[in-house]
């Protein structure tokens, strides 16, 4: 094989620069991961629809309960309803410069555990929702429109999960809409991104939703800048 | 092969033990009990109540082939409101439960329900996830769990090729097919599906299909055995090949509008012709 003094130099000091990078003394710039939180059994739906896609596409991830997450890039917080357990893990990845992905899973959850959800959103995160809205009963008489139209970072229509939390008036960009109703949105929160998703995407996910896994595979790598 | 016929069958003026009588003296060997179709068999039916369903069957001499529910319509397993699927599942446990103390091996659940608003892929992975601990506890207590093919009623799992797969991803011996004869119309052939899942069937509803009719108000697209468009010898020469000597059980949709009592002679009797393969 031929190779010039100039091929073979380049390689040299390639080689030499990976074993470096190892080396104690010198830093090592490992992405952080995707970590997706478990918080309770009712969320097992949702939560396979993130971590099989994470897996298939191939993304480093840790499924982990709240109390074991480690600095993480993306912190998905599946089907969450009551927030308590996990909300350290959320404000700490949010001061640390992560995106948090809170789906609600209250959507379907009895009066009593709504109104808790709606009060730790509120109190603690100052994210603020209405009642959960049945969407096919509200567009009975319309033509029926059963997506959620995602406007941010990717346009997206992704298939509604039956019933959604609409979001008030508040701080923050909303990333999409289903029947013209508010339901997701995206806020600052200190060094952090927090992404609320009134309508879940987990499920979408686990019953192989090809615009709903593109999206999060298309977001993810933004989410990690 | 036995015969028999379901106690939702069972005219509302005789009563549970009339209707015993009825069935015994029509000819048949046993009874297939719904739960939470007839006032005697409940959600909230005891235990003690429902062995004391079971010493009335036999005191007819009668023996329960299996326990079926029209309970999933309502509550299917494919709902995508947690609270519905858990019910869901208690309707299926309750089944198993209840077929252990009557006596009985196999049980019927129509598996999912596909809708406008539940889209079949969602329907289809739950169903399968639901059935596989399903499965296991139902193998645990010696039953079997006959999914249904209700085809155009569930507009799921339409073809039995299809029906295969999905019985393959719920990976189960004690998850196989009820086979309905009547449920087909259009879209297959019942004596192909006896073929294609030979040892996977729990057991065999009947009744025979006008196949061009299709739903049309309150007129049914069912009818008596022999009425229809089922091709009978080829059913029946299916169930040979594959070696089917279970439960054959009526499943009438259409019910006599006068001596309804006759319908139950009626039907034991083409019954009878179809075991013997005099068609």
């Not at chain 1, 073979?8 to 992405?31: I, N, S």
């Not at chain 2, 596989?132 to 006959?146: D, H, N, Q, S, T």
Request: one cysteine or more; charged letters at 25%.
């Amino acid at each position: 094989m031929h190779m010039t003094r100039r091929t073979f130099l380049g390689y040299a000091v390639g080689a030499v620069t990976t074993g470096l990078r190892g080396l104690p003394g010198t830093r090592v710039d490992m992405p952080r991961p995707v970590v997706v939180l478990h918080l309770s059994q009712h969320a097992c739906e949702s939560v396979a629809g993130y971590t099989g896609t994470l897996a298939k596409s191939g993304t480093r991830f840790l499924h982990v309960e709240p109390a074991l997450v480690p600095r993480c890039s993306v912190l998905i917080v599946p089907a969450a309803i009551h927030i308590g357990p996990a909300l350290r893990a959320i404000v700490t990845c949010l001061a640390d410069g992560a995106t948090v992905i809170l789906e609600s899973g209250a959507a379907f959850a009895d009066e009593a555990d709504f109104r808790a959800h709606r009060a730790e959103l509120r109190d603690c995160l100052q994210v603020h929702v209405d009642a959960p809205v049945r969407l096919w009963t509200a567009s009975s008489g319309r033509q029926r429109l059963p997506y959620v139209d995602y406007t941010w970072p990717h346009s997206a229509k992704i298939r509604d999960f039956s019933r959604a939390l609409p979001l008030a008036r508040q701080p923050g960009e909303i990333i999409a809409r289903v029947n013209g109703l508010p339901v997701c949105l995206k806020r600052r929160v200190g060094r952090g991104t927090l992404i609320f998703l009134g309508s879940p995407l987990g499920p979408a996910l686990w019953a192989g939703d090809a615009e709903a896994r593109q999206w999060l595979l298309v977001s993810l790598p933004l989410f990690r800048q | 092969m036995k015969k028999s016929i379901g106690d939702n069958m069972i005219p509302k003026e005789f009563g549970f033990e009339r209707g015993l009588e009825l069935v015994k003296k029509a000819g048949f060997d046993g009874i297939e009990l719904w739960l939470g179709d007839v006032p005697w068999f409940q959600m909230a039916t005891s235990d003690t109540e429902v062995r004391e369903l079971r010493r009335k069957i036999e005191n007819a001499g009668l023996v329960v082939s299996n326990v079926s529910t029209g309970l999933h319509w309502e509550s299917p397993l494919s709902a995508r409101d947690p609270k519905v699927r858990t019910q869901a599942v208690r309707i299926v446990e309750r089944q198993i439960e209840t077929a252990v103390l009557l006596g009985t091996d196999a049980i019927l659940v129509v598996a999912g329900l596909v809708t406008e608003e539940v889209p079949y892929n969602e329907v289809y992975q739950r169903c399968v996830e639901t059935l596989r601990p399903l499965g296991e506890k139902a193998g645990r207590a010696g039953v079997r769990i006959g999914c249904e093919n209700c085809n155009a009623e569930h507009r799921f799992l339409i073809s039995p090729r299809e029906f295969w797969q999905f019985l393959n991803d719920v990976n189960s011996n004690a998850v196989g097919i009820h086979l309905d004869v009547g449920n087909i119309h259009d879209t297959g052939f019942a004596e192909q599906w006896i073929e294609i899942h030979g040892p996977r069937i729990t057991r065999i509803h009947l009744k025979d299909v006008m196949k061009k009719r299709g739903r049309c108000g309150d007129q049914s697209v069912y009818t008596n055995l022999f009425l229809g468009d089922n091709n009978w010898p080829a059913i029946r020469a299916a169930m040979t090949k594959v070696g089917y000597d279970g439960w054959l059980i009526a499943e009438m949709e259409a019910r006599y509008r006068y001596a309804r009592d006759q319908q139950f002679y009626d039907t034991a009797q083409a019954m009878d012709r179809l075991i013997s393969g005099r068609l």
